[in-house]
């Protein structure tokens, strides 16, 4: 089964307004990343916090991370047409036969309106 | 620097062919993982290579096989193929010892008729 979860599965706003996705995990994690992927292509790495971060910023981006609550968010600020693609989380857990692989929710599809 | 490359970037074959896919990682990468994307669903985890053996695969039968060259490349090949293996997939390439940042290709659309 698939470790991460997004919320919800399709945001639709307004330019300039801001976006939030969540994702939530199951087990426990050495690092939760999100991506970017444009209609069907390959995924863009947005950021990586660890499990011992709590808040990340890339630009635009926030990230937070709640271990305890095994969830994450993602805040993109001012979103912009350009921003409009599907967005996973997806975790990196820590256990050693499975290091290094990623576990990927379905996503998130975002439209931003003009 | 080039980025992780893949060939070819469509492809179409019928059902019981083979096929393989081919990826070279980012420049000064030596970990090739596989992913299968289905059409509206999160990349699936398909196996990871380093020094040219599979380190780790996913749940995915044998009828998917991969191979890793000295040049760090790799191939995944698809015996048998079924309707069910049309898909997008993804090759992520990274280093062994940062094995979880992972900088993905731009994959291969392969449609099963």
């Known amino acids: 089964s698939q470790q991460g979860e997004e919320d919800p599965q399709a945001l639709s706003i307004q330019e300039g307004e801001n976006a939030t996705m969540n994702c939530s995990y199951k087990t426990s994690i050495n690092n939760l990343q999100w991506y970017r992927q444009n209609s069907g292509r390959g995924l863009v790495h947005l950021i990586l916090?660890?499990?011992?971060?709590r808040e990340k910023h890339s630009g635009r981006l926030r990230v937070t991370l709640d271990t305890s609550k095994k969830s994450s968010s993602l805040l993109i600020t001012a979103s912009r047409a350009a921003d409009t693609a599907s967005y996973f989380c997806?975790?990196?857990?820590?256990?050693?036969?499975?290091?290094?692989?990623?576990?990927f929710g379905r996503g998130t599809q975002l439209t931003v309106w003009p | 620097d080039a980025g992780v490359t893949q060939s070819p970037t469509h492809l179409i074959k019928t059902r019981g062919q083979q096929v393989t896919l081919r990826c070279s990682p980012k420049?000064?990468?030596?970990?090739v993982s596989w992913y299968q994307q289905a059409l509206g669903q999160g990349p699936q985890f398909i196996f990871q290579y380093y020094e040219e053996e599979e380190r780790q695969r996913g749940n995915f039968p044998d009828r998917f096989s991969g191979h890793q060259f000295p040049n760090y490349s790799s191939e995944l090949n698809v015996n048998a193929l079924l309707l069910g293996d049309s898909a997008l997939y993804l090759c992520a390439s990274s280093l062994a010892e940062s094995e979880y940042e992972q900088y993905f290709g731009p994959g291969t659309r392969l449609t099963v008729t």
């Open positions: 420049s000064g990468h030596d970990t």
């Open positions: 997806a975790t990196g857990v820590d256990r050693g036969s499975t290091l290094g692989r990623l576990y």
């Open positions: 916090i660890r499990s011992n971060e």
